[in-house]
């Protein structure tokens, strides 16, 4: 089988995938033949238009609007994706957002807004995912923590406290799943050229880069695509693999 139509017949599920890291993950996942969900919590016309550039390259891609914080949106997200496919083979738990600040003013409101998507989301649509793939004894999970949850960052405490979580949770994961062939997978992305780092300086960011650029979306997607397409990807569970220019060395 060529590379192509390694995930051909697969269905796919990326959360926040209306725009940046998400989004180009989608994309990628389609490339290789899998059938996309593309879910986002209120971009309705980028999600469309990420479905209509699938389709236009002759991909399989549906939107799917829900809140992964939320446990009725997702149980009734993945009854739609259920009922269409009758099933799903890789999970990809992308949605994020930061509400940065120094501990000191951050609002209880913040944390819980940031853990809520970061963490309960990734535990919520990997809860209802897992129940299809252990029937089916496969599957894949991909889960996006951050170089934050590792080494920690000024102003992001909620944010590196919940992709710590992620870490955790993703090796949990795995020594649960691993009797029923499901991998779970952690990636920590570096700082990548989204919306979600357009804000920032990034003149400052790069001098803590050891290989001073910040790094793309593509280059994640490809990541994400050797772990749930690649032979040497069906050895590799419970990891958190670094892509992240040096940062975390
Ligand atoms: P982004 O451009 O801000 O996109 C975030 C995506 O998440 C959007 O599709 C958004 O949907 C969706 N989303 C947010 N809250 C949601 C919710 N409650 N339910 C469903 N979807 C929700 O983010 P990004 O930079 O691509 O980052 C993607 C992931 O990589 C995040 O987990 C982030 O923490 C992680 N990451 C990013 C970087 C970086 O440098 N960019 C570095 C390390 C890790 P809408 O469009 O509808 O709002």
């Given at each position: 089988?060529?590379?192509t139509e390694s995930l051909s017949g697969k269905v796919a599920l990326i959360?926040?995938a209306?725009?940046?890291?998400?989004?180009?993950i989608a994309m990628e996942l389609s490339k290789l033949g899998a059938e996309v969900f593309i879910n986002?919590?209120?971009?309705?016309?980028?999600?469309?238009?990420v479905v209509?550039?699938i389709k236009?390259n002759g991909g399989k891609a549906h939107k799917l609007?829900?809140?992964?914080?939320?446990?009725?949106?997702?149980?009734?997200?993945f009854?739609k994706i259920i009922k269409i496919n009758g099933s799903i083979d890789i999970l990809v738990?992308?949605?994020?957002?930061?509400?940065?600040?120094?501990?000191?003013?951050?609002?209880?409101?913040?944390?819980?807004?940031?853990?809520?998507?970061?963490?309960?989301?990734?535990?919520?649509?990997?809860?209802?995912a897992?129940?299809f793939?252990?029937?089916?004894?496969?599957g894949n999970?991909?889960?996006?923590?951050?170089?934050?949850?590792?080494?920690?960052?000024?102003?992001?405490?909620?944010?590196?406290?919940?992709?710590?979580?992620?870490?955790?949770?993703?090796?949990?994961?795995?020594?649960?799943?691993?009797?029923?062939?499901?991998?779970?997978?952690?990636?920590?992305?570096?700082?990548?050229?989204?919306?979600?780092?357009?804000?920032?300086?990034?003149?400052?960011?790069?001098?803590?880069?050891?290989?001073?650029?910040?790094?793309?979306?593509?280059?994640?997607?490809?990541?994400?695509s050797?772990?749930v397409s690649?032979?040497?990807?069906?050895?590799?569970?419970?990891?958190?693999?670094?892509?992240?220019?040096?940062?975390?060395?």
């Open positions: 089988m060529s590379n959360t926040g209306s725009r940046g890291i998400g989004k180009e986002y919590s209120s971009s309705d016309e980028k999600a469309e238009e209509n550039s236009n609007k829900f809140d992964v914080s939320k446990e009725d949106s997702v149980s009734s997200a009854d738990n992308n949605a994020g957002i930061t509400r940065d600040g120094l501990l000191m003013r951050m609002k209880s409101e913040q944390w819980d807004e940031v853990l809520n998507t970061n963490l309960k989301g990734v535990f919520l649509c990997t809860k209802y897992s129940k793939m252990m029937k089916k004894r496969s999970i991909v889960n996006i923590s951050s170089v934050v949850g590792i080494i920690g960052n000024p102003g992001q405490a909620n944010y590196s406290a919940a992709k710590a979580g992620v870490i955790g949770f993703t090796k949990t994961c795995a020594k649960e799943f691993a009797s029923r062939g499901i991998n779970v997978n952690a990636i920590a992305p570096g700082f990548i050229e989204t919306e979600m780092t357009e804000k920032l300086n990034t003149e400052e960011i790069v001098k803590a880069i050891p290989l001073k650029r910040l790094g793309s979306c593509s280059q994640i997607a490809n990541l994400v050797f772990l690649s032979n040497a990807g069906s050895y590799i569970t419970g990891q958190t693999i670094s892509i992240d220019g040096g940062m975390s060395i």
